[in-house]
T-cell receptor
Framework: DAKTTQPNSMESNEEEPVHLPCNHSTISGTDYIHWYRQLPSQGPEYVIHGLTSNVNNRMASLAIAEDRKSSTLILHRATLRDAAVYYCILRDNYGQNFVFGPGTRLSVLP | DSGVTQTPKHLITATGQRVTLRCSPRSGDLSVYWYQQSLDQGLQFLIQYYNGEERAKGNILERFSAQQFPDLHSELNLSSLELGDSALYFC????????????FGSGTRLTVV
């Protein structure tokens, strides 16, 4: 499985943008980049995913480097509710199971 | 509410015992996945079922087994429990080829004493 590298933890102030980086230098051409997050005492939840182009949804934006060896999850205005562990995962579309790494623990300060 | 229902939410049992965790997938989802999350191991994939058949196995111990029934709900059976089996157990479901991945339940917290 192609691996991802994320910082262990990050901090942000409430209502400021947050950029969560992910390195995936061994990504293959068929790997999608998925982001999940896990709020305290809850199961992981889907945030966003993409292949090559930048993606936006109501939760976040995903910026993918041109060489696809890194990506950044962008939360445009962090709220206290965004405090969670964020996982960056590579997965192809052939039924491969999600493999979760340690993720980035995001703290949001009021 | 994610649509994936796990019961019970909490379970406390003694070493050597056997327990059954239940998962009802989101309506229309044919695949069910089980994950274990302990403090020192993070989220570990255990096993996947698709429409009643086992599809993939991860780091599942021989003392653990699972099945998916015709109504698509799944059960994870844990036997000869040890202290180290204390963890959160998550179930997730997806449609076949669901590009958005998995929908997770809120988990069952198992404590073995």
């Amino acid at each position: 499985d192609a691996k991802t590298t994320q910082p262990n933890s990050m901090e942000s102030n409430e209502e400021e943008p947050v950029h969560l980086p992910c390195n995936h230098s061994t990504i293959s051409g068929t790997d999608y980049i998925h982001w999940y997050r896990q709020l305290p005492s809850q199961g992981p939840e889907y945030v966003i995913h993409g292949l090559t182009s930048n993606v936006n949804n109501r939760m976040a934006s995903l910026a993918i480097a041109e060489d696809r060896k890194s990506s950044t999850l962008i939360l445009h205005r962090a709220t206290l509710r965004d405090a969670a562990v964020y996982y960056c995962i590579l997965r192809d579309n052939y039924g491969q199971n999600f493999v979760f790494g340690p993720g980035t623990r995001l703290s949001v300060l009021p | 509410d994610s649509g994936v229902t796990q019961t019970p939410k909490h379970l406390i049992t003694a070493t050597g015992q056997r327990v059954t965790l239940r998962c009802s997938p989101r309506s229309g989802d044919l695949s069910v996945y089980w994950y274990q999350q302990s403090l020192d191991q993070g989220l570990q994939f255990l096993i996947q079922y698709y429409n009643g058949e086992e599809r993939a196995k991860g780091n599942i111990l021989e003392r653990f087994s699972a099945q998916q029934f015709p109504d698509l709900h799944s059960e994870l059976n844990l036997s000869s429990l040890e202290l180290g089996d204390s963890a959160l157990y998550f179930c997730a479901s997806s449609q076949r080829g669901d590009a958005y991945g998995y929908t997770f339940g809120s988990g069952t917290r198992l404590t073995v004493v």
